[in-house]
């Protein structure tokens, strides 16, 4: 598993590659996620195009990092899903609490739509 970090004013952009799953990319994948979290860049796209498949581990990871950008007062939002991923994030229902862009320009957009506590 490979990711890659762009940014996009003060939103930064994830690429991964690969299969996240216990053993084989949640490991870089929670790593990459917590050095860009920890450098407090909490407004996240993850760019999942070329992720073909995510096992309960990466499930986990996508939650636990959902969770801590909210935490962080950011927000982690979803991009170019796979159907396989979509398909298992809809039967999971992380659909109705996570959200989903097709396009870069929406997803980083969005972050303007971010109301303040």
């Known amino acids: 598993m490979k990711t890659t970090e762009r940014q996009a004013g003060d939103i930064t952009i994830l690429d991964v590659q690969g299969r996240i799953m216990f053993g084989d990319g949640e ?68 659909l109705t609490v996570l959200e989903e862009f097709e396009s870069e320009e929406e997803a980083v957009a969005s972050f303007g739509e971010m109301s303040l506590p």
């Open 27 to 94: 490991d870089g994948f929670r790593d990459a996620v917590t050095k860009t979290i920890e450098s407090g860049r909490v407004k996240l796209v993850i760019n999942m195009a070329e992720v073909p498949f995510v096992d309960s581990a990466g499930l986990s990871q996508l939650i636990r990092t959902y969770v801590t950008t909210g935490k962080r007062g950011g927000q982690m939002k979803l991009l170019n899903l796979t159907k396989r991923v979509r398909e298992l994030l809809t039967i999971t229902k992380l």
